[in-house]
């Protein structure tokens, strides 16, 4: 279905260690950060992260101890566009390209490059398992150095894959999300958390935070060094204004996650969804809504179906109308302009799109609001604004970045 070849965006990964969580401690060791669009699969940009939303929302509902709604299982696809850094592993380390991934915790590898087993490499009694939304990976735990930067990690648990599915061109998956996702992961151990790496660092003494803040920025080339992802700290050379913090949401199945609360308007008064529980995520691509606010949203900018993208297609002359899109949460207000809602047009064609089409990055959750997640703030929301995953206060930071009001797209 797509007709470009892969697309790959260097981008700069940052790490620092923090003498606390608003500043960062110089110098940032910084390493490659790679955002990829992926046209080796089957799938649109929109039936891969509602096949992630789905299978998001199920998880949830089951660590909750809810009812798991009945959503259709789809087969895995492979990741679309993702944001890539190389973890070392072992002693000597082997490098893995592995997704950055806030909506899972555990961090695993051998789904490209084989696991090399090194002199610090313990194969625990345990398998691991995790089924994400577009894929799946099973095998062994093992515990092992892992070098992030200059940050290194002594007996860090991860999985190494014996099997997997949908994740052709990566290694496995850095996950920074609550360490409660772990739960229930490995057989037959007990164990009800295993320590996420931020886990880990923090507990060592390597960064004084509990932390990880990531910035993103738009990007229309295919080589530009614009990405970070700190530890431990936050980086004040990326975000404007102060931090915005948010507690995380109450409301299940969003609350499992980095869940938050907030309602989103466009223009001055048009009401598209209520204040409602949701995600903020970098492992799904587009900005997901549910489908009864989507159809506000599509009213009200006069947007089409394109069959070829799955996206929502504007003229120009309605893009040249296009308000802005405005997330309310925690009583500050968060602007997508007019620019941030669209598909970066220079790159319209890495997703099987005309080269003069007008594409929306806002989308189609898949279900109606009222079910505990009903939005994802996802990648094209973040490349406009700074994000703080905070675990020790159990809160999502936002703060916008030179990059908010940009025309980049």
Do not use: C
Request: charged fraction near 15%; hydrophobic fraction near 40%.
């Amino acid at each position: 279905m797509f007709s470009a070849s892969s697309l790959i965006v260097t981008l700069t990964l940052a790490l620092a260690v923090a003498a606390n969580p608003l500043l960062a401690r110089e110098p940032l060791v910084t390493l490659p950060f790679a955002k990829r669009v992926n046209v080796t699969g089957t799938s649109t940009l929109i039936q891969h992260d509602q096949a992630r939303a789905r299978g998001l929302k199920r998880l949830g509902q089951a660590r909750a101890g809810g009812v798991v709604s009945d959503a259709v299982d789809v087969p895995a696809t492979n990741e679309l566009v993702d944001y890539v850094v190389n973890v070392g592993v072992g002693t000597p380390a082997t490098t893995y390209s592995l997704l950055v991934d806030t909506g899972s915790s555990n961090t695993w590898v051998g789904a490209g490059k084989k696991f090399v087993k090194t002199s610090s490499s313990v194969q625990t009694k345990d398998r691991v398992s995790v089924t994400y939304g577009s894929g799946e990976f099973s095998g062994n735990e093992f515990t092992d150095t892992v070098t992030i930067g200059s940050l290194v990690i002594k007996g860090q648990s991860i999985g190494v894959a014996t099997s997997s599915q949908g994740f052709s061109g990566v290694d496995g998956i850095l996950g920074i999300g609550p360490v409660d996702l772990t739960s229930d992961t490995l057989s037959p151990d007990t164990r009800n958390t295993i320590p996420t790496v931020t886990d880990n660092l923090f507990s060592s003494g390597s960064i004084s935070e509990n932390l990880v803040a990531v910035s993103f920025e738009p990007t229309t080339s295919e080589t530009a060094a614009n990405g970070e992802l700190t530890f431990g700290g936050t980086d004040s050379s990326k975000f404007t204004g102060s931090i915005s913090f948010a507690p995380i949401t109450g409301t299940s199945p969003a609350s499992e996650f980095w869940g938050i609360d907030q309602s989103v308007t466009y223009g001055t008064n048009t009401n598209i969804l209520s204040s409602t529980a949701g995600i903020v995520d970098t492992g799904t691509t587009l900005t997901l809504l549910a489908s009864d606010a989507l159809a506000k949203y599509q009213k009200a900018t006069g947007a089409v179906n394109d069959n070829a993208t799955g996206l929502l297609k504007l003229t120009t002359a309605q893009f040249n109308n296009l308000q802005s899109l405005f997330f309310n949460i925690n009583g500050q207000q968060f602007e997508l302009t007019a620019n941030a809602q669209i598909w970066p047009r220079n790159l319209n064609t890495a997703i099987g799109g005309s080269a003069n089409s007008i594409y929306l990055i806002v989308g189609d959750l898949g279900t109606d609001s009222g079910e505990g997640l009903d939005f994802i703030n996802g990648q094209t929301f973040l490349e406009r604004f700074y994000a703080v995953f905070d675990t020790a206060n159990k809160r999502v930071g936002l703060a916008t970045t030179s990059f908010t009001q940009a025309t980049t797209n």
